[in-house]
């Protein structure tokens, strides 16, 4: 069983939404739930290509949150990036971990 983790930028992503956006305060426990599938199947999310090719995605708890991880040989999960896929508050371009 693969563990989960929440990097700290994504923690400060979620936390950005939750700002601009006016979102519920259950958000964080909202993307967990979201996020419990990769324990068990962590490979879930599609793959991406280019400079995000070591990462997959998912679709949050809202049909427009992106959520971006990479998944490790040792079984865990990473969630690096929470971002909207609508307008400014969209993913960095650049990766960085």
């Not at 400060?12 to 259950?26: E, N």
């Not at 958000?27 to 979201?34: D, E, F, G």
């Not at 679709?59 to 949150?65: C, D, L, V």
Request: charged letters at 20%.
């Amino acid at each position: 069983m693969a563990r989960v983790i929440v990097t700290p930028r994504a923690v400060t992503d979620l936390h950005r939404l939750v700002d601009h956006l006016g979102l519920p305060k259950t958000t964080l426990q909202r993307v967990q739930r979201s996020l419990r599938m990769l324990e068990r199947f962590p490979r879930a999310g599609r793959a991406l290509t280019g400079r995000w090719q070591a990462t997959r995605f998912l679709i949050g708890p809202w049909p427009w949150m992106i959520l971006v991880y990479a998944h490790d040989a040792a079984y865990a999960c990473f969630l690096e990036i929470a971002g909207g896929g609508n307008g400014g508050l969209a993913a960095r371009a650049t990766r960085r971990i």
